[in-house]
């Protein structure tokens, strides 16, 4: 994983198997969602989810397997922070600087520039 923790909060798919055949993959998605705390739901018409956002926009969702209770999970949902509250930016940037090769090439903090760890060493590549 290029980043120090997944910053997800869920994933939805159509289909999910358990079985991997990338030779670089040492787990399942199911064991490296479980290690992250991520949510994940299957059996979902992802066509017709990525339609209605596309037609709609960005809307709010709540799943959980704590509450099964409609009227609760509708009031969990109306009483969290609105999308348009919430500055992700934030919280997925790069908060301090980080050595990036090895010759200690310490790079400036990278908040404004929000580029990721795969994207600097390729632009180092292309540099030296």
């Not at 490296?32 to 956002?53: H, P």
């Amino acid at each position: 994983m290029e980043s120090k923790s997944s910053s997800t909060k869920g994933i939805i798919v159509r289909n999910y198997n358990d079985f991997y055949s990338n030779f670089r993959a040492e787990n399942s998605l199911s064991s490296f969602l479980k290690s992250q705390n991520i949510m994940g739901i299957s059996d979902v018409d992802t066509r017709f989810l990525t339609k209605t956002l596309r037609n709609e926009g960005a809307m709010m969702m709540i799943a959980s397997t704590e509450f099964h209770d409609k009227d609760k999970l509708k009031k969990i949902l109306e009483n969290s922070p609105r999308i348009e509250d919430i500055n992700y930016i934030d919280e997925v940037s790069t908060k301090e600087k980080f050595v990036i090769n090895k010759h200690d090439l310490i790079l400036k903090t990278l908040i404004m520039e929000n580029l990721k760890r795969q994207k600097l060493r390729l632009l180092l590549s292309i540099l030296e």
